[in-house]
């Protein structure tokens, strides 16, 4: 038995590969959708690979860095260090902001880490890929690729400028801004820093105050000043672990003897993911389900459109003897056909115009089987329509009367 | 077994039920031979489509009998399990319009029948080339019915009508559109593939130019047929219809 789908396709091939080309554009957008979602989640994770950290701890109370604010004490890490199981510690500061290079500005994440440590360090960062890691205590920077920024050029962050020193690669925050790495120091003071109109009145307010500026105690307001003027405060502490130790007895013998907070892997994952990424994450979800509705209607028209200009054609084969089976395979095979050629459009799109989103967009093998299966299942469903109106059709249209 | 291409008795067809009912078909009687083609005429109303249909087993008649090639496919009821089967193994249809499959090459289009009754294609594609050349459109084979001549697709649609060799053939108003010598080159095909193929043919129409060709006239009034012997004239030249395009 030849092919009657087949063949209608190939009779009109054009108008079939134009149509499953539309088709493919909106499957390659519902594709890129589930990809821009995995790349949110793909950020997020690489944020937590990559601090190369086992435990992060924060104020008590928090859910930080990331997603709430924490601030401890710059030399709680030696207490720390202390605790059962504990290999390494250290400090960092994370500031989402602005910086700018030369008249462009980049949102990024910039990281205060400590200088010269190893990049094997939990928070320091890695993967080099050009350039070296910070040597001297100010001023230098290293900055994710995806920033746009190249060695040697200078950034400035607040009232500092920074030289590019190294380049990173996948160094990015959870919502996939780069990151930009700057000696732990420079990072606190950017952090505390005040313009200097407001330290000017912040001075004279304590200047007129009493309990800062007592008759006879000479040096009060200046060490009251000079603390203002500077920051040791941090935003969390990652740890690693010695191989074999606990993260859970650990975490707890931090919380229970320092009184911070400390999250494992899987605590700070679900954080990033179900909190940080959440509402984006559903957001995305809402547009999938919609572009899926929007794309089974389409199909499903597309299909009922071509079964209705063949309903002459349809009445006639029913009339010489073709059973329903035949028609209604037919109906489904060019289904399966418009979806599939959809589909291959679609993921081509989708690879190709992936590189030109902002933020990263992660296509993996398992979204594009499960899309495969679904644009399939759409096809199927939509086509039910036409192959009922076709079943529907009466014979006797062949026959004049 | 008796030699009959299409047989019916008291056939009547009623539509709808108590007072409303219509009945199109009255107690129709009819017969054609293997070999001969028959006209069907009457006004509009008179009940030739409903006839059409239920002879095509289309619709199914409200009482009656009706025989093909000898064997009774409906005696107030169809005796055929599968009425699909029936239409295609049993009964050729003819249109109005030829009505070819567009997305079908010519061969494709009368083979479709014998591969829907589970031939093999190569055997489908041998017999219907054999047809098409009978009707001297074999070289057309290739072509799609759009690259056709009205006439060519029309000698495609007759093929396809004989390809399983039915013992009947029904053709509703197969000249209408279609000018006298060209109407009357279908008639000379229809009545040289009936002789060849052994087949029945009742020809629908209310087309005059072709009525003078027929040797017996079935006229259907008010849902009655009688029948009546016609003049039989060989007016057409199957060669000129076959020729020209």
Known sequence: MISLA???????????????????LLIGVTLSMAGIYRGMVDDANVLLDNSGADLWVVQQGTIGPWAEPSTIPDDLYRSVLSIDGVERASNVVYLTMQVRHGERGIRAMVTGVAPGRRQSDPGQPRFLVAGRTMTAGHYEAIADVSSGLDVGDLVTIRRNRYRVVGLTRRMVSSSGDPMIFIPLRDAQQAQSLKDSDAIVQQRHRREGNPAFNPPGVPGLLDAVNADDASSSAVNAVLVRLKPGASPELAGSAIERWLRLEAYG??????????????????????????????????????????????????????????????????????????????????????????????????????????????????????????????LMVDPAEAIGG | MERTGIAIEQLTKRYGSGQTAVDALKGVDLSVEPG???????PSGSGKSTLLKCLGAVIEPSSGVMKIGGSPIYDNRWLAGDLRALRRDKIGFVFQAPYLIPFLDVIDNVALLPMLA???????????????????????????????????????????ALVNRPPVVLADEPTAPLDSKRALGVIGLLNDMARQYETAVIVVTHDEKIIPTFKRIYHIRDGRTHEEAGEGKALYETADYCSGH
């Open chain 1, 265 to 390: 892997r899987a605590e700070m994952q679900s954080i990033l993911v179900e909190k940080l990424i959440a509402t984006s994450a559903r957001q995305i979800a809402m547009f999938l389900v919609i572009l899926s509705v929007v794309s089974a209607a389409i199909v499903a028209f597309i299909i009922y459109t071509m079964t209705m200009s063949k309903i002459r054609e349809i009445a006639v084969l029913k009339l010489l003897g073709t059973r329903n089976r035949v028609i209604a395979s037919m109906i489904l095979q060019q289904a399966l056909g418009l979806g599939l050629i959809g589909f291959v459009v679609g993921k081509i799109a989708a690879t190709l115009w992936a590189p030109f989103f902002p933020k990263y967009v992660l296509l993996i093998p398992g979204d594009a089987a499960r899309g495969f299966l679904l644009v399939m299942a759409i096809c199927v469903v939509a086509s039910l329509l036409a192959i009922r109106a076709a």
């Open chain 2, 36 to 42: 001969e083609v028959v006209g069907l005429v009457g």
């Open chain 2, 118 to 160: 589970g031939e093999r294609n190569g055997a489908s594609r041998e017999r219907a080339l054999a047809v098409l050349e009978a009707l001297d459109v074999a070289h057309r084979a290739r072509a799609m019915p759009s690259q056709l001549s009205g006439g060519e697709q029309q000698r495609v649609a007759i093929a396809r």
């Open chain 1, 6 to 24: 087949g063949k209608d396709i190939l009779h009109g091939w054009g108008r079939f590969i134009l149509t499953a080309a539309g088709l493919g």
